[in-house]
């Protein structure tokens, strides 16, 4: 799994959390699998804070967890931090480079 498609779980384990706290709404059998599944979820998207926040420089950081946490574009994080869209690329690349799995 590459470095993008782990930070990239990060949004997608939030839309799993919503669908199976929309199950534990529903009569379920399956209550205690699904509150696991859903802590397991939690504990993945925690971790992947925690290897952003090791990022020592600050703007990559920042650029990390736009990216990944917040799901903007590079284009809307261009306008973020005041960068032009070219060198925010750049500094993605660069903070994926900083990012260790």
Do not use: W
């Amino acid at each position: 799994m590459t470095k993008k498609q782990y930070l990239q779980q990060y949004l997608l384990q939030q839309k799993k959390i919503n669908r199976l706290n929309a199950m534990l709404e529903q009569e379920n059998d399956d209550r205690q699998q699904i509150l696991n599944e859903i802590k397991k979820c939690e504990e993945l998207r925690y971790e992947i804070e925690r290897k952003i926040n090791k990022v020592n420089d600050p703007l990559l950081k920042e650029v990390l967890f736009l990216k990944y946490t917040c799901g903007k574009s590079l284009l809307e994080i261009s306008y973020i931090i005041n960068y032009s869209l070219r060198h925010t690329e750049r500094l993605h690349k660069t903070a994926l480079s900083k990012f260790k799995h």
